[in-house]
Each structure stands twice: as structure tokens, then as C-alpha cells.
């Protein structure tokens, strides 16, 4: 049986860490992101917070759309969420594309 | 013959013809009009009879509007080419137009089904989604296309596959219902890739053995190693690039993959009853429209629930093959070593895993 999933990166004493993997999609080629940051553990949280993480909401009609696997691990507590594509907007969107602008990817 | 797409006026027009000889005609257009209230497009074909008399056929035809997203995420965006309008200079909105056309005739021409919904549904796409938007999809509703992020992907609608799986995604819904995760999801993928395939087949009147069985061939750029998205005749032999990784698919049920991404490896797994689909057509032989393709359409139709398994599913295809074509058919025997080829039984009980 084969087992396949996304490489997380490797533990770290970071105060905050964020994981961010895009799969599906036509391709069905996933991408990720990640943060880890004890300088900015502000901003971060305040990005976090500001997600709806209890109300994600599903988009059940769509077919080969990316879905956002959200993973944010913080000083107190460690979120983690899925994210249909047609969702990822708002607070969801600000922090995915902080996470693509400031973090590493592949 | 003469043919042309009839406008509603002009429907409206032979509704009202009383003449005998136009008294077909005339039903047609009426049914065709009270069957549809959007604007509605259908195939008006003259021809001559042995005793000279003309024959006016009205036939099912599409409905194409193409929208333009113009690089945002708003949908449907403008309308920049409606049914019968003339290409342009934009090539994503006739690639799309056409595309659309290529999926509607396969399946009515081959299947006899008029649109998605088997009821004229009108077919809408919308192209230019998003900046750099390396994706096609299906939104319950229309199709839409991003243009690529030009480092891995180009356009995407430059594969007649691409265009026929993701229209095939909502004839799916609109028959079997499959559910989008794990096997019945798998399944939901491969049924569009499958018909996706036999669009651009039927467009090229390719064999099996002439066809190249690749999805979403040139939408790669050419800094990709890569052929094409996926392989049905050998799934995880589509690409291998240092950035992108090796295609992952598998190719039988002993490799299925289990993930909790992509709706549990939805795009993955289908990779096997890909290469099932391909091992049937290949046997059978010649135009695999026809009979692989008809077992497979039939089996969409036959009342599947929305969580038939990949053993469920291919038992069906089984009993479709026997339903048409006969019990101890080369059709039956072709069904059934298909999916023995991907280690699957047809009896209903699966293998492998």
C-alpha cells in the first residue's frame, strides 16, 4: 500500500509555524508553502486570528478545484484547516499570501 | 445538405409553418421552444427526398457563451462570443468555443444525448480566470479557465481533454452523481478523463491504437519534462521534472494511494480505472468511441449510487457490456480483462488494497 503525503518541514523551536499546501486541481500537482518566524509572532497571530477557523464552509458542487490545507501552529495553540479554493477570500487570502510572499516554497 | 444554427426567431418562424410537408419541422421547432425558455439553439439540416420533396430536420446543437474573467476572479465575466457569432482574435475564447462543440458532438452524434443534462443545457465557459491562474474547473455550473502561470502551464484550454473532462464533470452530476472523495471520487475523475479522451479522439477519428491516451497534452510549457497531465494507457509515465516530481499516478489497484489531500488523492487514484478504460478499448479495437465508450456511457446511466466503489463500478460496466452487446460477448470479455488488468474483479468484491 502506498502511502503519499505533502513533506512537512522539519520541527523547529519557531514560535510560529505555518504550512500551507495547495492540492487538487486539474493537475492534481500539490504545491506548499511554509513560514516559521519568532519575530513577527504578532502580525502573525493577528493574521491567524482573524480566520474563520470553526466556519470553513464546503463548496460541493466544484470539481478540479484547489483545496488549501492550513496548518498554523502558534505558541498556545495549533490550528488547522481545510480550504476550498472558491472560499480563499478575505482573512483566509491575506494570510495564504502572506505565508506565499514571506515563506519558503516547494 | 444545407445546415445551419437556427436562431429562436427562425425557430419561431417554422413553429408556425402549416404547409404539410414542413409539418415535422414545425413539431420540432415547438417542442424546442416550449422545452427551453433560455435562448436555445438547434441544427436545421434540408435535404431532398426520392420524389424531390424537401426535408427540413431540426437536430440537437449547442449553445455556446464564452465569458471573459479579464484576469479577475468574478464570474461569469463578459460575454465575448455567443452561439454562432464568428472566432476572433482571442485565442483562449475560440479554443474554448470550440472545445465546447467538440464535447457536445461526441456526445450527441455518438451517445444521443442533447447537452449536459440530456435536455439542451446551454454550455457557458469563461476563460482568462485569475492572474496567473494555473487551473481549469468545473463549478457546478460553467467551466472556467485560467491562462497558466507561463512557467509550468500554459493556457488551459489548449487540450480538447481538458475542455471534454471538465463538461463531463457535469454530465456526471447531472447522471451517477459520483461523490467527489476516495474511490467514488477517483471514479468521478477518471469518467471525465475517459470522455475527455474519446472528445478529442472522435474530433481527430483516431483508433485505440492510433489515439495517444494523454490528458492535458501542451499545457505544459516547454521547460517542463513532460508530455502531457496524465497517461490512461500507462499512468506515472506522464512527466518526470526536477521541480514537478515524478506523475504520481498509479496504474493498478495494488498501488492505490492513500492521502488525506486532494479529496483523498482523487486525481491520483484515477489513474486506475484510466488504464482499465484504455486496457478495454485496446482490445476491442478501432474507434474506442464506440463500444469501450459505450459501455462506459452506458454504465453512467445505469443507476449508479453516488458512492459506487471502483469494484462497484466495474462490475456495472460488466453488466452494461451484457446488457447491449450480449452475455458472452467480445465486449463482456474485454470489460472484464480490462479491469482484471488494474486488479480489480468484476464479480463485485475488490482486490488488492
Not at chain 2, 436562431?7 to 416550449?34: G, S
Not at chain 2, 491562474?133 to 500554459?154: H, L, P, S
Not at chain 2, 447531472?174 to 478529442?200: C, H, K, M, W
Not at chain 2, 505544459?220 to 521534472?241: E, Q
Amino acid at each position: 500500500m502506498a502511502q503519499r503525503q505533502a513533506t512537512e518541514p522539519s520541527p523547529a523551536a519557531a514560535a510560529i509555524r505555518i504550512l500551507v499546501v495547495r492540492s487538487g486541481g486539474f493537475a492534481g500537482i500539490p504545491q506548499q508553502w511554509h513560514v516559521e518566524s519568532r519575530d513577527d509572532v504578532d502580525d502573525w497571530t493577528t493574521l491567524v486570528t482573524a480566520c474563520p477557523w470553526d466556519q470553513v464552509g464546503t463548496d460541493p458542487a466544484s470539481r478540479d478545484r484547489f483545496i488549501w490545507r492550513i496548518e498554523a501552529r502558534m505558541p498556545r495553540t495549533t490550528r488547522t484547516a481545510q480550504v476550498p479554493d472558491a472560499l480563499l477570500v478575505g482573512p483566509w487570502r491575506a494570510l495564504v499570501d502572506r505565508v506565499q510572499d514571506a515563506g519558503s516554497h516547494g | 445538405m444545407t445546415q445551419g444554427i437556427v436562431p429562436p426567431y427562425l425557430l419561431t418562424r417554422i413553429a408556425e409553418l402549416e404547409a404539410p410537408e414542413f409539418r415535422d419541422a414545425a413539431t420540432a421547432a415547438k417542442q424546442t421552444l416550449i422545452l427551453d425558455r433560455p435562448r436555445r439553439a438547434a441544427r436545421l439540416s434540408f435535404t431532398l427526398d426520392a420524389e424531390q420533396n424537401l426535408v427540413a430536420e431540426l437536430s440537437a446543437a449547442p449553445n455556446r457563451t464564452i465569458g471573459n474573467a479579464k484576469n479577475t476572479e468574478t464570474l461569469p465575466g463578459a460575454e465575448v462570443r455567443a452561439e454562432g457569432q464568428a472566432a476572433g482574435k482571442d485565442v483562449a475564447v475560440d479554443e474554448a468555443y470550440d472545445g465546447l462543440g467538440a464535447t457536445f458532438a461526441l456526445y450527441s452524434e455518438v451517445y444521443g444525448r442533447d447537452s449536459i443534462d440530456g435536455k439542451g443545457l446551454p454550455l457557458d465557459g469563461t476563460v482568462h480566470y485569475g492572474k496567473l491562474y494555473d487551473n481549469a474547473f468545473w463549478n457546478g455550473g460553467r467551466m472556467v479557465f485560467g491562462d497558466g502561470d507561463e512557467q509550468v502551464f500554459g493556457r488551459f484550454t489548449a487540450s480538447y481533454t481538458v475542455i471534454g473532462h471538465e463538461l463531463t464533470h457535469g454530465v456526471t452530476q447531472y447522471t451517477a452523481g459520483l461523490v467527489y472523495r476516495d474511490q467514488p471520487g477517483a471514479l468521478n475523475e477518471s469518467i471525465s478523463d475517459v470522455f475527455g479522451s474519446l472528445v478529442e479522439q472522435y474530433a481527430k477519428k483516431q483508433t485505440a491504437a492510433t489515439a495517444t491516451w494523454l490528458i492535458g497534452e501542451g499545457l505544459f510549457t516547454k521547460k517542463v519534462k513532460g508530455v502531457a497531465l496524465r497517461s490512461m494507457k500507462a499512468p506515472g509515465t506522464a512527466y518526470d521534472d526536477p521541480r514537478l516530481g515524478k506523475d504520481p499516478q498509479p496504474a493498478d489497484f495494488a498501488h492505490y494511494v492513500h492521502t488525506t489531500d486532494d479529496e483523498g488523492g482523487v486525481h491520483l487514484n484515477s489513474g486506475i480505472p484510466n488504464r482499465a478504460f484504455y486496457l478495454v478499448a485496446h482490445q476491442l479495437g478501432g474507434h474506442a468511441w464506440e463500444r469501450a465508450g459505450r459501455i462506459w456511457y452506458d454504465t453512467l446511466l445505469s443507476g449508479l449510487t453516488p458512492k459506487t466503489d471502483f469494484a462497484g463500478f466495474a462490475a456495472a460496466t460488466v453488466a452494461a457490456a451484457a446488457k447491449r452487446y450480449g452475455g458472452s460477448s467480445a465486449e463482456v470479455a474485454a470489460a472484464r480483462a480490462g479491469w482484471s488488468g488494474v486488479g480489480v474483479t468484476t464479480n463485485g468484491a475488490a482486490t488488492g488494497d
